[in-house]
């Protein structure tokens, strides 16, 4: 990703949601919107166990980032 693409889309928010149907929610009013989203899932660990958890971390931008061709 090139310099200028990384600047033109800047974090507006950051939000984590425990479901990918509340991530896809967020996407889909992004798109509305016109603004871009980066999304990423990860696994946590519980509180009070061992066991691990995914959620979904949902950047909404301010634009819709572009690729370089390459």
Do not use: Y
């Not at 950051?14 to 919107?33: G, K, N, P, R, Y």
């Not at 016109?34 to 995914?54: M, P, W």
């Amino acid at each position: 990703m090139s310099e200028d693409v990384a600047i033109a889309a800047q974090v507006l928010s950051t939000s984590i949601f425990d479901s990918a149907a509340e991530a896809i929610e967020a996407i889909a009013a992004a798109d509305v919107l016109g603004l871009g989203v980066r999304v990423a899932n990860r696994l946590v660990a519980e509180d009070e166990s061992d066991e691990l958890v995914e959620e979904w971390v949902v950047e909404i931008l301010t634009s819709v980032p572009t690729a370089d061709e390459e």
